[in-house]
């Protein structure tokens, strides 16, 4: 069946035939039963004409002209259906104002209708059984459509112009298409391909445009099927897209420009793929169930909002949100992916931005079937009073985040520590990038060979780095660069390395690196160049190293370090005046090897090894009026103090037996 709306096309000439009725305000009535039947219609001039046509069987035609005001049409075609296509032939066309058509065809019908451009108020109500198609194009004012389809292989076109145009498809069977195109104020659109309890929906596409500045317009696109297709596109004003679709291979391309624009897709089977894009403060939200899904929403200006929720099997997500450039802000996304091949790429312009990612499950153990796998997120962010999250729950997960600007706050965390499940970070790799000032950054990772960075460039910055008491062989940096009064914690357990710089001469820096709970064999290192910098290491266990390196321009850097367990290794360099060195090796220490080389004036150094045995310590100063004490319990240990300097003092304490002490002055 083929309907066909078409505006601006000129009255045809008259059609005399049985049946026809020509006088202003008439009324006709026609009714014809059988096949190769032909009713002609013509209308003119008239107010309140109407007109009905009955045709029973196939291979029956009406053709009806009206013009004027207030006309109705009637039609009814009901043919069996044959391979004749089609096998019923409707024409209508109308001008004037208020006219209103209403068609229901079956079979392999036919059907052709058109209202002028200067018609007003025109309405359409079309339904067609059977192996039909519909076109449609009306122009004018407060104009009405509604197609209603069954069968297979419909296809239905509308095209609408003016004012307060509202369009409705309706399509159940195989292989269906609809396009609807509004140029109008007001305009509303619906398309709805396919059953939504049951039935048959396949090879469904849905096109639906709306613009020139599409006022109110609203737009509405729902496919259940196979191979279904939807493409909505609008501009201006308050423009709102929905889209729904569930089966296989669905996509879903939305574009809106302008005001107040909101979008909401809503994905359920397999291959789903949904772009958005947006402007001026849009609203956006992906919810994708199954198969391999791809998801892409770009958002342009201040206050946008969105949310992807991805479940299932290979997921890929970007946003991008805010104008390049930096000039929008107050914009949020959230991503969540739960499943097989996680990705997320989430960039943000501007200030006051929040970025959430979540891949894997939470603890419950249901959700972490369906999760936990292959995740990867990166996500960028552009000016200050930022906040970016990203969680991964993980199997080999990874995270790269990068910040620019002042008072940003960064969480990245990679398994879930303190369960009773296996939420371990697994492969996890985590990599932050903070410029600017007062910016804080936070990874936490439970998994075996866990890497962490932080670097941050700038002053008053915070960066933390929790691996937990499951994270063996774990590796930790943190960087500090160009800045004054930033603070670096590094928290681990078992065979782990950690590193933190804090160097090109910033002043008042602390690091604080802390291997607790049985580590062994694990590695601490801090560097320091500046003034007033504090360092601090806290390792327990056995055959730990701990490495400090202070180069100060000119005086007050402070060094602390405490050691619980056998073989310990702690070097301390301390450059500049007025330096103090704190080394403790903890009750039952054996065979612990402490050096402190501090040059410069009135630096003093403190080495207690108590109650073991075989220690070794040994203290050089190079400046007057340094101090140094040395404090050794137990037996077999040895202390070697070395001042070459005026005004040196030393003290050495050794109780026990077999101990050897040297003092160089």
């Not at 009255?11 to 026609?30: D, E, H, I, P, R």
């Not at 089977?269 to 958005?276: R, Y």
């Not at 990772?445 to 929790?466: P, R």
């Amino acid at each position: 069946m083929k309907l066909k709306i078409l505006a601006g096309v000129s009255a045809l000439a008259l059609l005399t035939a049985a049946g026809s009725a020509l006088a202003a305000g008439s009324n006709s009535t026609l009714t014809q039963s059988g096949d190769d039947q032909l009713a002609t219609v013509n209308q003119s001039g008239g107010t309140g004409e109407t007109s009905k046509i009955v045709q029973t069987m196939h291979d029956n035609k009406a053709d009806v002209v009206q013009d004027g005001t207030g006309n109705k049409l009637d039609l009814n075609q009901n043919g069996a259906e044959v391979a004749t296509d089609p096998s019923n032939l409707f024409t209508s066309k109308q001008s004037g104002v208020d006219g209103d058509i209403k068609a229901t065809q079956k079979g392999n019908n036919d059907a052709t209708l058109t209202q002028t451009a200067d018609a007003d108020g025109e309405k359409v109500d079309l339904k067609q059984d059977g192996t039909n198609t519909a076109t449609g194009l009306q122009s004018g004012l407060n104009e009405l459509a509604t197609v209603d389809q069954k069968g297979s292989a419909n296809l239905a076109t509308f095209t609408q112009s003016g004012s307060n145009g509202d369009a409705t498809i309706l399509q159940n069977g195989a292989r269906n298409d609809a396009d609807i195109e509004q140029r109008a104020d007001n305009g509303s659109a619906r398309i709805e391909q396919g059953p939504q309890l049951f039935g048959t929906s396949e090879d469904n596409i849905a096109t639906i445009l709306q613009k020139v500045g599409a006022d109110d317009a609203y737009a509405r696109t729902r496919q259940t099927g196979d191979d279904n297709e939807a493409y909505v596109e609008q501009s201006g004003d308050s423009a709102r897209s929905e889209v729904r679709q569930r089966g296989d291979e669905n996509l879903a391309d939305v574009t809106q420009s302008g005001d107040d624009a909101d979008s909401d897709v809503d994905q359920i089977g397999e291959d789903n793929v949904a772009t958005v894009i947006q402007t001026a403060g849009a609203t956006s939200e992906i919810d994708q169930d199954g198969g391999g899904n791809d998801a892409l929403v770009k958002q342009g200006g201040d206050g946008d909002l969105s949310t992807v929720a991805q479940t299932g099997f290979g997921h890929v997500a970007d946003v991008e949100q805010g104008a390049d450039g930096g000039l929008s802000g107050d914009n949020t996304s959230t991503v969540s992916q739960l499943g097989y091949g996680d990705s997320a790429t989430v960039r943000q312009f501007g200030e006051d931005n929040d970025v959430l990612v979540q891949q894997g499950g939470p603890p419950p153990l249901l959700d972490n079937l369906a999760g936990d796998n292959l995740n990867t997120a990166y996500a960028q962010q552009t000016g200050a009073r930022n906040s970016a999250q990203i969680r991964q729950n993980a199997d080999n997960a990874n995270a790269h985040v990068t910040q620019e600007g002042e008072d940003n706050v960064l969480v990245v965390n990679q398994g879930a520590p303190d369960t009773w499940l296996d939420e371990g970070g697994d492969s996890a790799d985590a990599y932050v990038t903070q410029e600017g000032a007062r910016n804080e950054a936070t990874i936490t990772q439970k998994a075996d060979f866990d890497t962490a960075s932080i670097i941050t460039k700038g002053d008053d910055n915070t960066a933390t780095i929790l691996q937990d008491v499951e994270s063996v062989g774990a590796e930790a940096h943190i960087e500090q660069t160009d800045a004054d009064d930033n603070l670096a914690n590094i928290y681990q357990n078992d065979e782990v390395d950690a590193y933190i710089f804090q160097i090109n001469h910033g002043d008042a820096n602390e690091a604080d690196i802390q291997q607790t709970l049985g580590s062994v064999g694990s590695t601490a290192t801090i560097t320091q160049k500046g003034d007033l910098g504090y360092g601090q290491v806290v390792q327990s266990g056995a055959a730990n190293v701990a490495s400090i390196l202070q180069n100060g321009l000119s005086s007050g850097d402070s060094a602390t370090v405490l050691q619980y367990g056998d073989n310990g290794d702690v070097d301390v360099t301390q450059n500049g005046t007025g330096n103090t060195s704190l080394v403790t090796q903890e009750v039952s220490s054996h065979s612990g090897e402490v050096t402190v080389d501090q040059s410069g004036a009135g630096n003093g150094s403190t080495v207690l090894q108590k109650g073991g045995s075989f220690n070794v310590a040994s203290v050089t100063q190079s400046g007057d009026l340094s101090t140094s004490d040395v404090i050794q319990d137990g037996s077999d240990n040895k202390a070697t103090v070395d001042q070459s300097s005026n005004g040196a003092v030393s003290m050495v304490s050794q109780v026990g037996s077999l101990n050897t002490a040297t003092v160089t002055q």
